[in-house]
Protein backbone atom coordinates (compact mmCIF):
# COMPACT_ATOMS: atom_id res chain seq x y z
CA UNK A 1 0.00 0.00 0.00
CA UNK A 2 2.89 2.46 0.69
CA UNK A 3 4.04 2.46 -2.64
CA UNK A 4 0.81 3.25 -4.15
CA UNK A 5 0.84 6.30 -2.12
CA UNK A 6 4.09 7.06 -2.77
CA UNK A 7 3.01 6.71 -6.63
CA UNK A 8 -0.22 9.27 -5.67
CA UNK A 9 1.74 12.01 -3.60
CA UNK A 10 4.94 11.95 -5.87
CA UNK A 11 3.03 13.70 -9.29
CA UNK A 12 0.76 16.36 -6.90
CA UNK A 13 1.31 19.66 -8.73
CA UNK A 14 -0.47 21.86 -5.94
CA UNK A 15 1.87 20.50 -3.15
CA UNK A 16 5.05 18.88 -2.60
CA UNK A 17 5.08 15.76 -0.05
CA UNK A 18 7.80 14.32 1.25
CA UNK A 19 7.43 10.45 2.95
CA UNK A 20 9.15 8.86 5.53
CA UNK A 21 8.04 5.49 5.82
CA UNK A 22 8.41 3.30 8.55
CA UNK A 23 7.61 -0.65 8.79
CA UNK A 24 5.86 -0.95 11.99
CA UNK A 25 4.52 2.18 14.80
CA UNK A 26 7.49 1.25 17.21
CA UNK A 27 10.11 1.62 14.60
CA UNK A 28 8.08 4.69 13.27
CA UNK A 29 7.62 6.92 16.74
CA UNK A 30 10.90 8.19 16.48
CA UNK A 31 10.58 9.92 13.66
CA UNK A 32 7.33 11.58 14.83
CA UNK A 33 9.59 13.62 16.93
CA UNK A 34 10.80 15.80 13.65
CA UNK A 35 8.82 17.97 11.83
CA UNK A 36 6.13 15.88 10.15
CA UNK A 37 3.14 17.36 8.91
CA UNK A 38 0.71 14.79 9.30
CA UNK A 39 0.83 10.47 9.97
CA UNK A 40 -0.78 8.13 7.82
CA UNK A 41 -1.38 4.82 9.46
CA UNK A 42 -2.18 1.75 7.66
CA UNK A 43 -4.52 -0.32 9.82
CA UNK A 44 -4.01 -3.65 9.10
CA UNK A 45 -6.76 -6.33 8.54
CA UNK A 46 -10.27 -5.93 9.47
CA UNK A 47 -9.06 -6.69 13.30
CA UNK A 48 -7.73 -3.17 13.42
CA UNK A 49 -4.30 -4.49 14.92
CA UNK A 50 -3.00 -0.92 14.19
CA UNK A 51 -6.32 0.55 16.30
CA UNK A 52 -4.46 0.57 19.31
CA UNK A 53 -1.60 2.76 18.15
CA UNK A 54 -3.88 5.61 17.81
CA UNK A 55 -4.48 6.60 21.24
CA UNK A 56 -0.86 5.88 21.90
CA UNK A 57 0.32 7.86 19.29
CA UNK A 58 -2.41 10.84 19.45
CA UNK A 59 -0.96 11.14 23.87
CA UNK A 60 2.25 11.92 22.51
CA UNK A 61 2.06 13.94 19.77
CA UNK A 62 -1.58 15.62 20.58
CA UNK A 63 -0.78 18.36 17.55
CA UNK A 64 0.23 15.86 14.67
CA UNK A 65 -3.05 15.10 12.81
CA UNK A 66 -3.28 11.19 12.38
CA UNK A 67 -4.73 10.28 9.19
CA UNK A 68 -6.37 6.35 9.27
CA UNK A 69 -6.33 4.47 6.44
CA UNK A 70 -8.68 1.56 7.01
CA UNK A 71 -9.93 -1.29 4.87
CA UNK A 72 -13.18 -1.07 2.77
CA UNK A 73 -15.78 -2.21 4.85
CA UNK A 74 -14.25 -1.86 8.17
CA UNK A 75 -16.04 1.63 8.67
CA UNK A 76 -16.39 0.94 12.50
CA UNK A 77 -12.81 0.65 12.68
CA UNK A 78 -12.43 4.42 11.22
CA UNK A 79 -14.74 5.49 13.58
CA UNK A 80 -13.15 4.25 16.53
CA UNK A 81 -9.73 5.59 15.59
CA UNK A 82 -11.57 9.13 15.39
CA UNK A 83 -12.86 8.35 18.67
CA UNK A 84 -9.00 7.75 19.71
CA UNK A 85 -7.23 10.94 18.06
CA UNK A 86 -7.24 10.25 14.50
CA UNK A 87 -8.29 13.38 12.84
CA UNK A 88 -9.66 11.63 9.38
CA UNK A 89 -10.44 8.26 7.94
CA UNK A 90 -9.93 6.95 4.46
CA UNK A 91 -10.76 3.66 2.85
CA UNK A 92 -8.02 2.27 0.80
CA UNK A 93 -9.53 0.69 -1.53
CA UNK A 94 -11.66 3.91 -2.04
CA UNK A 95 -8.33 6.23 -1.98
CA UNK A 96 -7.51 8.13 -5.27
CA UNK A 97 -4.79 10.77 -5.43
CA UNK A 98 -6.72 14.13 -5.19
CA UNK A 99 -8.56 12.92 -2.35
CA UNK A 100 -5.07 11.93 -0.61
CA UNK A 101 -3.45 15.29 -1.27
CA UNK A 102 -6.32 16.89 0.13
CA UNK A 103 -6.76 15.20 3.21
CA UNK A 104 -2.85 16.04 3.67
CA UNK A 105 -2.99 19.66 2.68
CA UNK A 106 -6.05 20.11 5.18
CA UNK A 107 -4.69 18.40 8.18
CA UNK A 108 -1.64 20.60 7.27
CA UNK A 109 -3.77 23.68 7.18
CA UNK A 110 -5.27 23.03 10.15
CA UNK A 111 -2.28 22.39 12.03
CA UNK A 112 -0.89 25.67 11.83
CA UNK A 113 -4.24 26.55 12.11
CA UNK A 114 -4.25 25.16 15.77
CA UNK A 115 -0.71 25.80 16.28
CA UNK A 116 -1.35 29.62 15.62
CA UNK A 117 -4.26 29.52 18.01
CA UNK A 118 -2.33 27.57 21.13
CA UNK A 119 0.51 30.57 20.27
CA UNK A 120 -2.37 33.34 20.28
CA UNK A 121 -3.82 31.79 24.07
CA UNK A 122 -0.52 31.53 25.41
CA UNK A 123 0.41 35.02 24.64
CA UNK A 124 -3.21 36.16 26.07
CA UNK A 125 -2.54 33.88 29.36
CA UNK A 126 0.93 35.85 29.56
CA UNK A 127 -0.21 39.34 29.98
CA UNK A 128 -3.69 38.64 31.72
CA UNK A 129 -0.94 37.70 34.26
Known amino acids: MSQTIWEMLKDSQDCKF ?6 SVQAGLPKLASEIDALLLNIDGP ?3 GLASVPK ?6 SLPIIV ?3 QGAETLGEQALAAGAAEYLVKET ?3 GLLQKVLQYARER ?3 E ?6 TQTRNWIKK
Open 69 to 71: LIP
Open 95 to 97: LSP
Open 47 to 49: EGS
Open 111 to 113: QRD
Open 115 to 120: SAMDEE
Open 57 to 62: IHAQFS
Open 18 to 23: QMVRAE
